[in-house]
């Protein structure tokens, strides 16, 4: 799928968040409504339906119950996001747009946890903060790696036996560089 198909399709808040859902898992649209009551049906299948249409979610599973037929969802192997070669060749507008989408996806679900009837952010496991890591690019190349290999085998979870889902957003970018004083060396 090309740049500006797969942004058509995937970059729509309630999108983000179907995704989000099926992401690691099977599901079906029970499961889905369970995960987000607050997306009417309607809307739900409305936006399940294009995820399937344009490839970004892909029926695994039918299963015949009481007459109908359960589809079960998930992502597609290749997942939901674009190739190295689609990223290599983005605009920077285009990089704007998938960014802006991203931090109001972020901000949602902060909304979301915020208006919870009872919060706590030592209990919850919430944070958020910002740090300055000054990395040679071999230094990075490890730490990408380390990280990889600390998260690989937590991606593989399956819900339920008392998993909370909790969402780690990263974002890695250069920090502007601070000229050195005088002095300073």
């Known amino acids: 799928m090309d740049r500006e198909r797969w942004a058509e399709v995937a970059l729509h808040p309630v999108r983000i968040r179907i995704l989000r859902a099926v992401a690691g898992a099977r599901l079906t649209t029970n499961d889905l409504f369970a995960l987000l009551p607050d997306i009417p049906q309607a809307t739900l299948y409305r936006h399940l339906n294009t995820l399937v249409k344009g490839g970004l979610v892909e029926v695994v599973e039918q299963r015949k119950i009481r007459g109908a ?3 079960v969802y998930a992502l597609p192997a290749h997942g939901a996001t674009l190739d190295p070669a689609a990223l290599a060749t983005a605009t920077p507008e285009d990089h704007a747009r998938y960014f802006t989408a991203f931090v109001s996806s972020l901000l949602s679900e902060f909304s979301r946890y915020l ?6 952010f030592a209990a919850d496991g919430v944070g958020y903060h910002q740090l300055v890591l000054h990395l040679t690019d071999a230094e990075m190349a490890k730490f990408a790696a380390d990280l990889g290999g600390v998260l690989g085998p937590l991606l593989s979870h399956e819900p339920g036996g008392g998993r909370i889902p909790r969402l780690l957003a990263t974002i890695m970018l250069p920090a502007d560089e601070q000229k050195l004083k005088e002095g300073d060396a």
């Open 69 to 71: 037929v359960e589809r």
């Open 115 to 120: 208006s919870r009837e009872h919060i706590d």
